[in-house]
């Protein structure tokens, strides 16, 4: 089947820790995204990629990193120097990186919990 | 820019009808429509192109207002499983930068 995954589900992490987010997909999609989502609130685009080792910042980039070493994975890097890490992640895929006709997909979500 | 959606929340019985407004400041080329059920990912239901397309999904339909840089949708004869938060999200005119800016999302919550 062919599809967005992401992991782990739930992530519980230490104040200063940097943590990794896994995102994968088998759609042969070009774009891929990384979205955060806090309670009550829309989506707040992180990093997107068009394209393989290409990749630019969205609109809360901030203490985030990300890289496109390969088509199918997008992984999230969230540091230390983001201040309020807690939140629901989500990842998301797009066929052709076009927002006009090619909508985006996404994954399950990570659930990240900074104690 | 983000754009706007109205109401923030409705609740309806099943059976009833309701509508989600999505509107923006700016010129659109594209609406998304978007259900997101508690703690899943969102789940796309529709795209609405430039040129005032109307399109359906079961009993949710659209409709997309170029000259009124809006998107409304339609649930018709609402069910149980309309619930959920429903999310716009928009493609400007002009801006070719392959990204949606998502509304703050609508609660619809279907009751028996």
Same mark, same amino acid.
């Given at each position: 089947d062919g599809g967005i995954t992401q992991s782990p589900k739930y992530l519980f992490r230490k104040e200063g820790q940097n943590v990794t987010l896994s995102c994968e997909q088998n759609l042969n999609h070009d774009a891929m995204y990384w979205y955060r989502q806090d309670p009550g609130q829309g989506l707040r685009l992180i990093y997107y990629s068009q394209i393989v080792n290409d990749f630019q910042k969205g609109d809360i980039a901030e203490g985030y990193s990300v890289s496109r070493e390969k088509k199918e994975s997008f992984p999230l890097t969230v540091t @230390?120097? +983001?201040?309020?890490?807690t939140a629901f992640y989500l990842c998301a895929s797009s066929p052709r990186g076009s927002g006009s006709t090619d909508t985006q997909y996404f994954g399950p979500g990570t659930r990240l919990t900074v104690l | 820019q983000q754009p706007v959606q109205s109401p923030q929340a409705v609740i309806l019985r099943e059976g009833e009808d309701a509508v989600i407004n999505c509107s923006s400041s700016k010129a659109l080329y594209s609406v998304h429509w978007y259900r997101q059920k508690h703690g899943e990912a969102p789940v796309f239901l529709m795209i609405l192109l430039k040129g005032g397309e109307q399109k359906g999904h079961e009993k949710i339909s659209a409709s997309f207002n170029e000259k009124k840089q809006q998107s409304s949708l339609y649930l018709t004869a @609402? +069910?149980? *499983?309309? *619930?959920g938060t429903y999310f716009c999200g928009t493609e400007e005119v002009g801006v070719n930068d392959y990204k949606l800016s998502f509304g703050a999302g609508t609660t619809v919550t279907v009751r028996a």
């Open positions: @230390s120097a +983001q201040k309020n890490p | @609402s +069910q149980l *499983s309309y *619930s």
